[in-house]
Each structure stands twice: as C-alpha cells, then as structure tokens.
C-alpha cells in the first residue's frame, strides 16, 4: 500500500468527484450517495485514519445516504402536481367554436388547434364565435360547456 503513501486522501476525493459526475449522467442520486461516502473517507483519511477504517467510513457513510437520506430526497424531487399533456392538457382551456355546436355538429379552435366539438349537455348549442370551456376529451371530440368569459 506504499503507492497510496500519505496523500490517499487525495484519492479518496478523486473517486467522490469521479461518483459525482457519474451521477450527472444517470441523475439517479445513487453515485451522488457513494460520492459522499468518499468525500467522508477522504476526511478520514486526512485526518491520518488507515486505509481500513476510510474503507469503513465509506461504507458506513455510503450505505447511510442510501437508505436515510435518498428516500426523502426522491420523494420530494418527484412530489408536486402533474401536468397533463397531449390532449388532456386541453381540459380547461378556453376555445372559440368555428362551426354551431350542437349534439350532432360542431368544431372548436382550442390553443390553435381545430377540434370536433359536442356540448357536454345534449341539449346546449353554441354558434360561431362562442367561448366555450374544454371540460373532457374523449377520443377525437372535445366536450364542452359555456364559457364563465361569455
């Protein structure tokens, strides 16, 4: 072990540099949680500790940042609302009918995009030029209600 010498705490931060970069290519926080492993054993070893106990200390310090601290940290990374996308992400838009919407007929222009519209009450109609409010999507038709703005 005389190629270590006294700077093996260099080479403990070495591999916790090399652990953190590699955890900017799979963004996992698993590499990030062996890299502080090794940044702790480099302070052990900096601080004179043998190679024995630095290899404690990262396993030690590793093994507790995967099961104590990750957990709470991806939870929160992935905790907070999902937005909808794809034509879900019309639900709530405002659209403007192009052609009379009734239970039969109608199309709508919603974000830009043409839709073939039904009001979601079969009894409603809307002629050209309404506001109407997207309340569902099902399939290729836009279901929709008057607009709260007309």
Do not use: K, N, Y
């Amino acid at each position: 072990m005389d190629w270590l010498g006294d700077d093996i705490w260099l080479t403990w931060m070495a591999i916790g540099v090399v652990l953190s970069v590699v955890e900017l290519a799979s963004m996992e926080l698993v590499f990030l949680m062996f890299g502080v492993g090794a940044f702790a054993a480099a302070v052990a070893a900096g601080v004179g500790a043998p190679l024995v106990v630095c290899l404690v200390v990262f396993g030690a310090v590793s093994a507790g940042m995967l099961s104590l601290a990750r957990p709470p940290i991806v939870r929160r990374l992935h905790a907070g609302p999902s937005l909808p996308s794809g034509q879900h992400g019309l639900v709530g838009q405002i659209g403007v009918v192009d052609e009379p919407v009734s239970r039969d007929a109608g199309q709508i222009t919603v974000r830009g995009q043409r839709w073939l519209a039904r009001p979601l009450d079969p009894d409603a109609h809307f002629e050209s030029g309404d506001e109407v409010l997207v309340v569902a999507i099902e399939g290729a038709i836009a279901r929709v209600t008057a607009s709260h703005a007309s």
